[in-house]
């Protein structure tokens, strides 16, 4: 992946590796994505999450797409019609 320089583009990086991780863990609406799994992904694809993290899921959530769950990110029925229904 391109090493990105603005914080934004990190950030918008992050929430799309974020969603990226919804879809290839086939979460579906109303279901969470724990936390747990969710790290070890982000790591592996996209390891300058860290530096954004809190602000690609406050981002998320101010679209609709997430909403924040104790252990992870639970899956709006917004997110799921972006994610799943693209493939559709």
Same mark, same amino acid.
């Given at each position: 992946? %391109?090493?990105?320089?603005?914080?934004? @583009?990190? %950030?918008?990086? $992050?929430?799309?590796?974020?969603?990226?991780?919804?879809?290839?863990?086939? !979460?579906?609406?109303?279901? %969470?994505?724990? +936390? @747990?799994?969710? +790290?070890? +992904?982000?790591?592996?694809?996209?390891?300058?999450?860290?530096? !954004?993290?809190?602000?690609?899921?406050?981002?998320l959530t101010k679209e609709g797409i997430v909403n924040p769950a104790p252990d992870g990110?639970?899956? $709006?029925? %917004?997110?799921?019609?972006?994610?799943? @229904?693209?493939?559709?």
């Amino acid at each position: 992946m %391109v090493e990105l320089h603005s914080e934004a @583009d990190n %950030v918008e990086n $992050t929430a799309q590796c974020i969603i990226e991780a919804f879809r290839e863990m086939d !979460v579906r609406e109303g279901n %969470v994505l724990p +936390y @747990d799994q969710l +790290y070890p +992904y982000l790591q592996e694809h996209y390891p300058r999450y860290k530096d !954004v993290q809190k602000e690609a899921e406050h981002h998320l959530t101010k679209e609709g797409i997430v909403n924040p769950a104790p252990d992870g990110l639970m899956l $709006t029925q %917004v997110g799921h019609k972006r994610i799943y @229904d693209a493939e559709e």
